[in-house]
């Protein structure tokens, strides 16, 4: 590209940054950003290589000063590739500055050091569940990228204890359905979480960045949250594999992806397995995450907790979630509220894990309680949709709003849902879990469960769910649907039926203005619908031959 005699040598180069991306050394525009199951851009004519930096890649010697001189001559350059070819490199943390892509080549990891003190404190803020520095940082750059078919490893078994449990006691064991039995304490569970003291912080970090790229790479084995991204803007993360193979998944907060205050954010073709939650918002807006597969021993996607700003329209599609302690969440606990919020186009699978990790295998958990200090009153759950879910797992779904903040809009729609007993099911099961609250008797207390519990919701609308049991349910499951303290619920072309042999498919309680239509009672359906203390109940059009009773209901009602 021609320039004016009088414009600096890199205008021209920063001219054409404000219409693509700087990749691999290469300008691609925004319109050929690599899609999933793409390559990564070629290599530019001039890459940085670490090596001719004095880098030895041995696992043993520490290449820091070599790959952070690398990356401070790319950047003093104007930008462009810094090269990792094939080794092991070892470091202190190290900073990632505007205009570099950072390549890391098929058979190149960039260690962790496994010494505390080469991570500086810096602030809990900064840092998620550590106060310390991570391996790789970002400060408010643009236009840096971290791509190839390398690694990043962030040592964490050099700072937790493999042979001691993790149990943090937000819980009262007599509230359980087990009581005293359940997680004894001291014991070490096979699911984990494992101890810890103190530890680095976040693995990979961009803050206040703009124009992030995370392509291809393995990031693993981090001590706290893997990659945290906080108030950044334009990021994309791509055929990206995190996992915390190394602990066996036994790493409490070793989160993936962490979006705090995060806008326009794109998760797509990526795996995930982690311990801790593997994609989780927290005041970010306008996030799409597709095309993913996700496993993890808390919650595959939790959208909310403690945040001030709210979330807000947000999509997660096309996702296959396996072998997760919960599986989809939707969380209020301070002042921030969750809005238009979609989930679509998903496969769950869900099971009850031993250890001390949030979540009893609930496919869909959406709560809004109060926790977060200094706060009076809790953020709202508006707008949110769940469709087309194929689902197994060994507890039901859980909507638990409050008196303060009733959970509004709440759409189901085709879900279908299979509940199995497995092999945790006795000692674990039959218990709702809602931490972390307030009201210690409401963190994680014992109660029969139905396939879909709601409590406290206002327009909630369940269309085509279907409830299958096995066989050997376990005792405490009860009817397919339970709502109650509601206004406004529709239930359309439900189809289903208790989990035992007596009971009722569909109970209501406590409600006001309830329609139950064009729905059919399953093969085995004691009573079809029960209410309790409802104002305003219509059933019309429902199918109800295979019910030995089509309703129960109060006097009055």
Request: charged content about 25%; hydrophobic content about 40%; aromatic content about 6%.
């Amino acid at each position: 590209m021609n320039r004016s005699p009088s414009e600096p040598a890199d205008a021209g180069r920063r001219r054409l940054l404000g219409r693509g991306a700087l990749l691999g050394g290469a300008l691609v525009p925004a319109t050929l950003a690599p899609s999933a199951g793409t390559a990564p851009p070629a290599l530019g004519p001039r890459p940085f290589d670490v090596r001719h930096l004095g880098a030895k890649g041995d696992g043993r010697s520490l290449d820091t000063a070599a790959l952070q001189g690398a990356i401070d001559a790319c950047h003093a350059a104007g930008g462009g590739t810094v090269r990792v070819p094939s080794g092991t490199f070892l470091t202190q943390p190290i900073e990632l500055r505007s205009f570099v892509t950072l390549h890391l080549e098929a058979g190149a990891t960039i260690l962790g050091s496994p010494r505390l003190e080469d991570y500086a404190v810096e602030g809990r803020d900064a840092s998620g569940e550590s106060e310390r520095e991570g391996v790789l940082t970002a400060r408010d750059a643009e236009r840096v990228a971290i791509v190839g078919r390398g690694t990043i490893d962030g040592n964490a078994l050099a700072f937790h204890d493999p042979t001691r449990p993790h149990d943090s006691g937000d819980f009262d064991r007599s509230l359980t359905r087990q009581g005293e039995r359940f997680m004894p304490k001291g014991v070490l569970f096979p699911d984990g979480p494992i101890a810890h003291g103190e530890r680095p912080g976040n693995l990979v970090r961009f803050f206040g960045c703009r124009d992030v790229l995370v392509h291809g790479v393995t990031i693993q084995n981090s001590p706290t949250w893997t990659t945290h991204y906080r108030r950044c803007e334009n990021v994309t993360v791509e055929a990206v594999r995190i996992n915390s193979d190394a602990s066996g998944r036994r790493v409490p907060n070793d989160d993936g992806i962490d979006l705090v205050e995060c806008d326009d954010v794109r998760i797509l073709g990526c795996d995930i397995d982690t311990g801790d939650d593997c994609v989780a918002l927290f005041g970010s807006q306008r996030v799409v995450v597709t095309g993913c597969t996700l496993s993890t021993r808390s919650v595959a996607i939790r959208v909310g907790y403690d945040h001030e700003r709210d979330i807000r329209d947000c999509v997660f599609s096309n996702l296959a979630v396996r072998d997760a302690n919960r599986g989809l969440g939707v969380f209020v606990r301070g002042a921030g509220s969750v809005e238009n919020v979609v989930f679509s186009d998903i496969v769950l699978r869900t099971r009850l894990l031993t250890g001390h990790w949030w979540g009893k295998a609930e496919p869909v958990h959406v709560s809004a309680v109060l926790w977060a200090p200094g706060v009076t009153k809790p953020g709202r759950i508006r707008g949110v949709t769940f469709a087309r879910l194929r689902v197994e797992g060994e507890h039901g779904m859980i909507l638990w709003g409050s008196p303060d903040s009733v959970l509004e809009d709440l759409t189901l729609d085709d879900v279908r849902l299979r509940l199995r007993r497995g092999p945790n099911s006795d000692a674990w099961g039959g218990n709702v879990d809602l931490r972390t609250t307030r009201d210690p008797k409401l963190s994680l207390f014992g109660r029969d469960l139905p396939a879909l519990l709601a409590v406290h919701t206002e327009r909630l609308t369940l269309r085509n769910l279907h409830v299958d049991w096995a066989d050997d349910v376990p005792s405490y499951f009860t009817h397919a649907i339970e709502a109650e303290s509601f206004r406004e619920l529709v239930v359309e072309g439900f189809r289903g039926r208790q989990a035992g042999a007596t009971g009722s498919a569909i109970r209501l309680a406590r409600g006001e203005d309830a329609v139950v239509r064009q729905s059919r009672a399953a093969a085995g359906t004691d009573a079809f619908l029960e209410t309790r203390d409802v104002e305003g109940a219509l059933a019309s059009g429902n199918d109800v031959r295979a019910a030995r009773r089509a309703a129960l209901a109060e006097p009055g009602d």
